[in-house]
Nanobody, 127 residues
Framework: QVQLVESGGGLVQAGGSLRLSCAAA????????MGWFRQAPGKEREVVAA????????LYADSVKGRFTISRDNAKNTVYLQMNSRPPEDTAVYYC????????????????????WGQGTQVTVSS
C-alpha cells in the first residue's frame, strides 16, 4: 500500500517560483518511475515530468522544458517539482503519481501507466 501526499501549491505571480513536494509512505520508490501530471479546467490530464527513482533518467513535457525541474530526496522519500511559473498555462491541479512496473519515465507518459496517485495540489499563476 502506497500513499502519496502533495504539498506546496498555491498562488504565485508570473515568473515566480514554486516547489511542489510529493511525500511517499508505504514503500520505497527505488527502481520505479515517479510522475507529475497536471489538469487545467476543461483540459485533459497531461504529464509534466517524470523520473526513475534510481538512475536519474528524466522526462519533461515540451511545454515545461527548461522551466520545470524534477528531483528527489532519497532520505525523505520525496519527489519535487521546481517550477518557474507562466500564466495561464501553468494554472492547474498538479498530481503526483507512482508506477511500480517500469522504471523508464519515457515509457510512462499516460495516466493509466501509474498505479498510485496523490490527492492533487492547486497551483494558480497570476499575470
Amino acid at each position: 500500500q502506497v500513499q502519496l501526499v502533495e504539498s506546496g501549491g498555491g498562488l504565485v505571480q508570473a515568473g515566480g517560483s514554486l516547489r511542489l513536494s510529493c511525500a511517499a509512505a508505504g514503500r520505497t520508490f527505488r527502481s520505479y518511475t515517479m510522475g507529475w501530471f497536471r489538469q487545467a479546467p476543461g483540459k485533459e490530464r497531461e504529464v509534466v515530468a517524470a523520473m526513475s527513482w534510481s538512475g536519474g533518467m528524466k522526462l519533461y513535457a515540451d511545454s515545461v522544458k527548461g522551466r520545470f525541474t524534477i528531483s528527489r530526496d532519497n532520505a525523505k522519500n520525496t519527489v519535487y517539482l521546481q517550477m518557474n511559473s507562466r500564466p495561464p498555462e501553468d494554472t492547474a491541479v498538479y498530481y503526483c503519481a507512482a508506477d511500480f512496473r517500469v522504471p523508464v519515465p519515457t515509457a510512462r507518459v499516460y495516466g493509466s501507466d501509474y498505479d498510485y496517485w496523490g490527492q492533487g495540489t492547486q497551483v494558480t499563476v497570476s499575470s
